[in-house]
């Protein structure tokens, strides 16, 4: 299956980071945002990114030119019907994401993959939320997308071979390093971390050490890039709760139940850097 023209559906973090790798790549992307101003929001941060690159001579200034011109960004959703790939990047709420799937079942062109970058829930009731569950997979890319080497292609009873194989070529050619994983809550990387982020949060609640030295303690003690307080709050204690969730509504690991103090913070709207408050304070 030949790949030229990728679509990308979401205005956060990931949805932009996705995005440009594939520009870089060589690829045409469609990234679709449901309001204008954060599809200018997103191309601004993309434009800022690779500015970064060319400062750092990690690419030309005329690459970089180049990779701008093959981006479309938009709020109408049918300019990713001529697609060959479509990665979604929303929410991690499974209603939202199988009435997206349904969506754009009926506005991809036939054949054409949809992929998701979920990263923890089930691939499979995507796909069979659309006429083409051979045609979806996930892809999940980790944060920063274009930073972060590894992707973790994940395979639904339902997907096909070829569309398989597509995906591993797609990451790929965008220059990652995929593993295959099997439809299963968590997959490989979150499934062994965020029981561990968790049991971090539990060692807060109880006073065992302040956040600081927690972090500390992991980064020195294990040679960690960062303390796992530090990196729920990179990922949002929102979604941590949601992959928690997942994971524990899945496998019944009491490791796995999101701690209390999770919940405290994510209700009094402390979702960590996005909200500028979590387990620390961002300005």
Known sequence: MNISKVGVVGSG?????????AM????????RSRRQESAVSMVGAIERSLAKRVERQKMTAEDARDALARLLATTDIDELGDCDLVIE???????????????????VK????????????????MAMATKRPDSVCGIHFFNPAVAMTLVEVVRPLTASEDTIQAALNFAKVCGKEPVLVKDEAGFVVNALL??????????????????IEIDKSMKLGCG?????????DLVGLDTSIAILDALY????DPGSLAAPTLRRMVAAGHLGKKSRHGFYDYH
């Open 194 to 211: 965020f029981p561990y982020l968790n049991n971090a949060v539990r060692l807060y609640e109880r006073g065992v050490a302040t956040a």
């Open 110 to 125: 036939p054949h054409a993959i949809l992929a998701t970058n979920t990263s923890t829930l089930p691939v499979v009731d």
């Open 13 to 21: 973090i990931m949805g932009s980071g996705i995005a440009e790798v």
């Open 249 to 252: 509504k899945e496998f019944g």
């Open 224 to 232: 960690f890039p960062m303390g796992p307080l530090a990196l729920l």
């Open 24 to 31: 870089i790549s060589g690829f045409e992307v469609v990234l």
């Open 89 to 107: 990047s929303v929410v991690e709420d499974l209603e939202v994401k199988r009435h997206l799937f349904e969506h754009l079942d009926r506005i």
